[in-house]
Structures are given as C-alpha cells and as structure tokens.
C-alpha cells in the first residue's frame, strides 16, 4: 500500500511561514471550509473507486482559528464520515493522510491532481508533501516455540 501524509495551510494572508508539513493557499474570500472539505473528499474518493484501487484509510483534520472538522473514508463514498465544523473563515490548516493500494507515485498524482481541482482560484505554495512505500516488515526477534 502507499502511504502518504501531506499537511496544507489555507491562508488569505500573502505571508506564510514555513514551518512542519504545510502548503500555503491564499484567498482573498472566506471560505466555507465544511463545504470545501466535504467536496474534496467526494471527489478523491470517487476517483480512486474510478480507478478500483483499494482503499486503506483517508483521513483529513482542517482546522480554522478555533474550530476543526474531521473526516475520512475506508471505502467507497458511503464510507465517508465527516464530524465537527471548521465554519467560515479566511484561513484554515489540512492535514490529510491517506493510505491506498497503489504505488505511491500513483497515489501522489492521484491526490495533487483531486485537490488542484479543489483549489482553483487559490494561490498555492507548497511547504511539504511526503509520500512513502511502507517495506515488508523485518522481524528482529523469533521465538523458537509458542508457549
């Protein structure tokens, strides 16, 4: 499976610092971020079920000022669960984590391309993006019987 973690920052301020996984957006408008949230999950969700990738698990925390939403899916768009409210406002921070059964390029691709489609009309400064392919694990310890 392919793993991969990326944080955003969604800031209407023309100055962003680089600091942590963050990738900065700006907007002049106060955005629903509920809305945004609810929509961009939609979306990624339709496409990996487009592409018949399985799914692992995909999460997302966005966080305003002093409010947070919370959403992720294990499968298809009936699995997708979204808790909380971020509300309006002109800046949030997302973080998404997202672990599907494909390379980690693919998934990369996959998720860059979801959310340039949900961030039209922003201005994007990416600060961090990692994706990764977890290894088969290496025991370092075996017992030579069960007990």
């Known amino acids: 499976m392919g793993a991969g973690k990326t944080t955003l920052l969604l800031n209407a301020s023309q100055h962003l610092t680089k600091r942590g996984k963050k990738v900065g957006l700006i907007t002049n408008n106060i955005t629903d971020w509920d809305k ?18 399985p799914i692992g698990h995909v999460k997302a925390i966005l966080e305003s000022s002093e409010n947070a939403v919370v959403a992720n899916f294990t499968g298809g768009i009936d699995t997708i669960s979204i808790r909380g409210s971020a509300g309006n406002s002109d800046k949030c921070k997302l973080t998404v984590n997202a672990r599907v059964e494909t390379t980690p390029e693919n998934l990369d691709a996959i998720t860059r391309a979801v959310l340039k489609e949900h961030t039209k009309g922003y201005k994007c400064t990416e600060i961090a993006w ?17 007990m």
Do not use: M, W
């Open 36 to 53: 945004f949230i609810a929509s961009f999950f939609n979306d990624l969700c339709l496409r990996f079920e487009k592409d018949k990738l």
């Open 130 to 146: 990692k994706y990764l392919q977890p290894g088969y694990p290496t025991p370092t310890h075996r017992f030579d019987k069960v």
